[in-house]
């Protein structure tokens, strides 16, 4: 079945690394997003990454992709206090492209 | 404008009313989206259009109609809703071939509530 699972918060100092981890079912996905949601906004687009890879850096952004145990994590370096959201893993299932949410890992940075 | 709009951002309606939500997309995708976001739960895919056709509607019950006129504009008409029926509703927008989609944008979203 379909099934995207992620921890529900995740509590930071400013400064510090932040690692957000997701796990998923569908091992026919394509691909595999990254979205923040700040609140009152709709969801943000932060990076993705193809099945084939193992990692994609981009800026402050590090996903590791984990296929054989179908683990996805963002590691978030140097934590800003303006990076506290929602952060929400999904898959795109292989059928037609629909894409699968976790329920969001709620970012808390503290000063 | 640029990206996905939504309009309301905010709707208040009661159980009998009529009203609709509007979804625009600037960026020349031809697939959009409906999706409901309640509290504590993950996001729930509602609709699909795909080339202005429907593709998908996840069991949605008919008080939620769907409306895609053309590839740009995208709308969901509400009547007789329930209580539960109120969340965050997300449009989202993407380039999509006869198969399969592309990475999708999302709008900021029109907050419902139901009395």
């Known amino acids: 079945g379909e099934d995207v699972e992620q921890s529900l918060f995740l509590s930071v100092r400013e400064g510090d690394s932040s690692v957000i981890n997701c796990t998923y079912t569908d091992s026919s996905s394509t691909y595999l997003y990254w979205y923040k949601q700040e609140p009152g906004a709709g969801l943000q687009l932060l990076t993705y990454i193809f099945s084939n890879m193992d990692m994609k850096q981009d800026q402050r952004l590090t996903v590791l992709l984990n296929k054989k145990d179908k683990h996805l994590s963002l590691r978030i370096a140097d934590t800003q206090t303006g990076d506290s959201a929602i952060y929400f893993c999904?898959?795109?299932?292989?059928?037609?492209?629909?894409?699968?949410f976790g329920q969001g890992t709620e970012l808390s940075v503290k000063p | 404008e640029t990206g996905v709009t939504q309009t309301p951002r905010h709707l208040v309606m009661g159980m009998t009313n009529k009203k609709s939500l509007k979804c625009e997309q600037h960026?020349?995708?031809?697939?959009m989206y409906w999706y409901k976001q309640s509290a504590k739960k993950p996001l729930e895919l509602m609709f699909v259009?795909?080339?202005?056709?429907?593709?998908e509607n996840n069991s949605v019950p008919s008080r939620f109609s769907p409306e895609c006129p053309n590839s740009s504009h995208l709308f969901l008409h509400l009547h007789t809703l329930q209580p539960e029926d109120s969340a965050l509703y997300l449009c989202a927008s993407s380039q999509a071939d006869r198969t399969n989609t592309d990475t999708q944008y999302f709008g900021p979203g029109t907050r419902l509530t139901v009395l």
């Open positions: 960026l020349g995708h031809n697939a």
């Open positions: 259009y795909n080339f202005k056709e429907q593709t």
């Open positions: 999904a898959e795109k299932y292989n059928q037609g492209g629909k894409l699968i």
